[in-house]
């Protein structure tokens, strides 16, 4: 191989691979959601870097009164904050009561939205109460947390 060709080659192929990764990227949360694919936290213990930056982490009071409004904060993700950029962000979060959705916030621009979200909710029946929280980003698709339990009282 000349050497003319030799470079025509490598850049030939250094093209396909990188439009490789952008159609991965692109393509992994389509992929996910027609697959209804969520992530979840594999290994506490030695979470990936993507999990740290997609699992969503819910703090709400260990305990609330039944009736009366409260906080749940949720950040994304649990232990590094993902980044807010206009082609890379976090869409949307959800809040789920005993596993039912009671609520989401849709960021509909990167760059401007905090990938973190506060709720108010109120809830009425005394008793344990699960939290859950599900992060959607626009390339690595959706998340679901560790459950947080809430005594009403
Ligand atoms: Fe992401």
Redesign the pocket.
Known sequence: MKRRQFVKAGVAGATLLLAGSVVQAGGQKEADAKAGKINTLMNKENPTV?EK??VPLVEAPKSVKKGEWFQVKVKVGFMIE??SKPD?W?DRVELQVNGKKVSEIVNVAGGTTSPNACFTIRLQKPGDVKLEAVAD????GTWLGEPVYVKVI
């Open positions: 993507l930056k997609h993902h980044p890379h976090i980003c626009n390339i690595h």
